[in-house]
């Protein structure tokens, strides 16, 4: 029974180095195509001349929900067997929040910049932890309340230092920021507790084309018809193709992230992304950054490290509770016979 546990003991720690090594390396691609896609889209929305974020998405999510309808027609991935009232009650609500996330978030690159925009997203954390309250995946306590006034105000100070502040844009990114924590609180609680487990290319077979559907409706009342008779827009074949793979890629990697790891770790790796293209952003595009910006921000990074590292803490003590109940089960079940056997050997 001891060399058993001692080479437990031994593969555990290899597991773990794997897992970990598994996990960076779905953070460094969900990164790199992520600045990639944001990059991107501010360049078609706000420089190339097509300024219409609705019919950028809607493209967007066609061209993923063929890609994906090719991929699983053709036999490469198998699509799981899922009921017309699972799509409606799990898929739909995904959808709609995924279709919101995508148009506000584009929207906002009209108005503000990539970095501004990173700063205001430091109050991600904020929103799942609102959200997760109120749908019961998270559990209100005034330290980590504490903790999220820490980073508000951070993102507060951050927009005072703002130059370029459009009140417009500002709404755009924080309803887009209230859509894209529901869509992750709700993964959790809609597919995952239904035990559906959807691969990135079935989750965008499934998702893409209702949030295209839901999308329709503002394109139809808001972009169609200034589209159609817009003499200078742009249209380029490879710029179009390549700005829709790089998206189909993200998305697949965004489900594929929190799919193998939590919305947790998505918001940890965010954190690194959004120092990055805040960089990216002054270098590529000029932004302006201001001190009082970047102080700003720095709260608000401190205070979101602090919540992930309290979160981190929490699920790693979950976690040696259950190895400890796990282990005592496991110890009974081992002794419960041998105390049997030597009570037969007493009566005897």
């Known amino acids: 029974m001891g060399e058993a546990r001692t080479d437990k003991a031994m593969v555990e720690p290899?597991?773990?180095?794997?897992?970990?090594?598994?996990?960076?390396?779905?953070?460094?691609?969900?990164?790199?195509?992520?600045?990639?896609?944001?990059?991107?889209?501010?360049?078609?929305?706000?420089?190339?001349?097509?300024?219409?974020?609705?019919?950028?998405?809607?493209?967007?999510?066609?061209?993923?929900?063929?890609?994906?309808?090719?991929?699983?027609?053709?036999?490469?991935?198998?699509?799981?067997?899922?009921?017309?009232?699972?799509?409606v009650k799990a898929v739909v609500p995904i959808g709609a929040c995924f279709a919101g996330t995508l148009w506000l978030g584009n929207a906002a690159y009209l108005y503000l910049s990539v970095s501004?925009?990173?700063?205001?997203?430091?109050?991600?954390?904020?929103?799942?932890?609102?959200?997760g309250c109120v749908l019961g995946t998270e559990s209100y306590d005034q330290n980590t309340m504490a903790n999220m006034l820490v980073v508000s105000a951070g993102v507060a100070i951050a927009s005072y230092g703002e130059i370029n502040f459009v009140v417009i844009g500002v709404m755009l990114q924080m309803i887009s920021i209230c859509t894209e924590s529901t869509?992750?609180?709700?993964?959790?609680?809609?597919?995952?507790?239904?035990?559906?487990?959807?691969?990135p290319v079935t989750t965008l077979y499934y998702i893409a084309p209702c949030s295209a559907g839901f999308l329709l409706v503002p394109f139809a009342l808001l972009e169609a018809k200034v589209l159609f008779n817009d003499p200078q827009v742009n249209y380029d074949v490879f710029t179009f193709l390549s700005n829709a793979a790089a998206a189909f890629a993200l998305n697949m990697a965004v489900f594929l992230l929190i799919g193998k790891t939590s919305a947790l770790t998505m918001n940890?790796?965010?954190?690194?992304?959004?120092?990055?293209?805040?960089?990216?952003?002054?270098?590529?595009?000029?932004?302006?950054?201001?001190s009082i910006n970047l102080g700003g921000y720095m709260v608000a990074f401190l205070g979101v490290c602090w919540y992930n590292y309290r979160k981190l803490q929490n699920m790693k003590k979950k976690q040696a509770e259950k190895e400890a109940a796990k282990n005592a089960l496991d110890d009974d079940d081992i002794t419960k016979p041998l105390k049997n056997g030597q009570n037969g050997l007493n009566k005897a």
């Not at 925009?117 to 932890?129: C, D, E, H």
């Not at 869509?183 to 691969?199: A, D, Y």
Request: net charge positive; aromatic share 14%; glycine share 6%.
């Open 116 to 131: 501004f925009i990173q700063m205001l997203k430091a109050l991600m954390p904020v929103a799942v932890f609102i959200v």
């Open 183 to 199: 869509r992750l609180t709700l993964v959790q609680i809609l597919l995952q507790s239904r035990g559906l487990k959807l691969n």
């Open 14 to 87: 290899k597991s773990l180095a794997s897992q970990v090594m598994l996990n960076l390396v779905y953070v460094s691609i969900w990164i790199g195509l992520s600045g990639t896609v944001i990059l991107y889209n501010k360049w078609i929305l706000a420089y190339y001349g097509f300024p219409y974020p609705i019919a950028l998405t809607i493209w967007h999510m066609t061209f993923s929900s063929a890609l994906a309808f090719a991929v699983v027609r053709l036999g490469y991935v198998e699509a799981c067997n899922m009921s017309a009232e699972t799509y």
């Open 268 to 290: 940890i790796a965010g954190v690194v992304k959004d120092w990055l293209l805040i960089g990216l952003s002054v270098f590529l595009f000029h932004s302006a950054v201001t």
